[in-house]
């Protein structure tokens, strides 16, 4: 399985730029039939915008950036990989999950948090924001999101 396809590494760049307005990237299958992985959609409008494209009978990757201040100076950036295997996912497909989230992390390789959600409301910006700010080091705000 090829993910090093030109589509997918081009949206992996700009999520990951900071001139790029997409902020979000988001892999699945060609076809509920398919075993090949390819770009399913990209975004501008970060994790509220991405969970709307997140199905429950699909395995689907994400590759968000998110950002949060530590002081009035300074922003950071930090970048999740969400693992996305609706609750409705049929069981043979979930079985592939595990050999193809790590040929996944080899292409999306640049990130701070890795989130397993199921379920939409596992998707909680404010908490990847927190665990991005443990990731990341330095915490100004006392360990308080």
């Known amino acids: 399985m ?3 396809t030109p589509e997918i ?3 992996y760049d700009a999520v990951r730029s900071d001139k790029s307005p997409i902020n979000w990237l988001l892999l699945g299958n060609a076809t509920p ?3 090949q992985l390819t770009l399913k959609a990209t975004g501008e409008g970060g994790i509220p915008e991405l969970i709307k494209h997140l199905n429950p009978t699909e395995v689907a ?3 968000v950036r998110v950002q949060y201040a530590n002081d009035a100076e300074s ?3 930090k970048f999740a990989l969400i693992i996305w295997i609706g ?7 979930k079985a592939r999950v595990s050999i193809e989230s790590g040929e996944v992390k080899k292409v999306l390789a640049h990130h701070s948090v890795t989130v397993d959600a199921g379920e939409v409301r ?6 990847i924001v927190k665990r991005a700010r ?5 915490d100004y705000n006392g360990g308080r999101g």
Request: net charge negative; hydrophobic share 35%.
């Open 61 to 63: 990757y994400a590759y």
């Open 2 to 4: 090829s993910l090093s």
């Open 122 to 127: 596992d998707i909680d910006e404010e908490e």
């Open 9 to 11: 590494l081009t949206a």
């Open 33 to 35: 039939t398919s075993q």
């Open 134 to 138: 443990k990731a990341g080091g330095a």
């Open 87 to 93: 609750e409705q996912t049929r069981v043979m497909r």
């Open 75 to 77: 922003v950071r950036v």
